[in-house]
């Protein structure tokens, strides 16, 4: 719906304002890749989790964040720890493989390391995290300006002058784990490949 409004705007905005749980993993790179297509900017206006993080923020010209935006992110098409039962595990297959594909395509397309998604998970036990034994609660986790920035996320605007969320939404503090990216972390395009 949103692509075809945006085709038929008289006046083209530049700048998409999204707040997002996330969601499908393929629509949260088609919208991603609209956005990179149009050479929008992106404004998290309150929460950018889940494929909103993985696909819309890094494909935006520039990342617009508010002093109390929260980024979420908690894996990808990559991540190891799927559980799927053995009568869908073909099915699966066929389409996380189709996924992956798609994934690394778009963040070599968008000069992203897309180790973005799951380094989170690779500096922690992936089962402690889904058992909540990061803190009751965690739904995922964020990274430091300056972290993302290694991972190819540039152009972040900080509206506010300053980007401190925890400050300002305390209430979500615990939810989200902080990851420090190692000090000789190197980039890499296509880290993950079919």
Partial sequence: MIFSLFRAAE???????????????GAGMDLGQWVRDNNLDVEVTRVCASSCANYVLPAANK???????????????WQSNWHVDQEH????????TLMRKKETDFYADISVDNLLTTYGQSKFNFLDFTLGLFGKGTVGY???????????????VLLDGEWDWRKYRPDRANQVKRIKVDDDFEFELRRFEI
């Fill in 63 to 77: 990342k617009y964040l508010r002093k109390d935006s929260i980024l979420i992110w908690h894996g990808s098409a």
């Fill in 11 to 25: 006046f083209k905005p530049n700048r998409l304002l999204i707040s997002s749980q996330g969601g499908d993993i």
């Fill in 142 to 156: 964020d990274y430091s300006k300056a972290d993302m920035k290694k991972f190819g996320l540039v152009n972040i």
């Fill in 89 to 96: 595990r073909e099915t699966f297959n066929t389409h996380i």
